[in-house]
Nanobody, 117 residues
Framework: QVQLVESGGGLVQAGGSLRLSCAAS????????MGWYRQAPGKQRELVAT???????NYADSVKGRFTISRDNANNTVYLQMNSLNADDTALYYC???????????WGQGTQVTVSS
């Protein structure tokens, strides 16, 4: 059973930075895409950033230039470096992994990020 465990969330002032981590149980090479999503109160879950096994990245327009997704294959961990945080970034952040063969989606339990203005 695949487990994704997020950490690194917390309370930060506007303009500050946080780095989220997503530790996978086992090798992350088996996932075709890994990424981060977020859900703010009263809103739908939205994509923040993705990273393919080939190294391609994709970001939501709202975080481009501020957030960076990366991975450490040796430690089976994916990171989300978040800079210049603002109140709109306040949300529960989820780690996601997609395996295409067979097609399986995996989610972490989420880590809360709160930005105070």
């Amino acid at each position: 059973q695949v487990q994704l465990v997020e950490s690194g969330g917390g309370l930060v002032q506007a303009g500050g930075s946080l780095r989220l981590s997503c530790a996978a149980s086992g090798s992350i090479f088996r996932f075709n895409i890994m990424g981060w999503y977020r859900q703010a109160p009263g809103k739908q879950r939205e994509l923040v950033a993705t990273l393919t096994s080939g190294g391609s990245t994709n970001y939501a327009d709202s975080v481009k230039g501020r957030f960076t997704i990366s991975r450490d294959n040796a430690n089976n961990t994916v990171y989300l470096q978040m800079n210049s945080l603002n109140a709109d970034d306040t949300a529960l952040y989820y780690c996601h992994a997609l395996s295409m063969n067979p097609w399986r989606n995996y989610w972490g339990q989420g880590t809360q990020v709160t930005v105070s203005s």
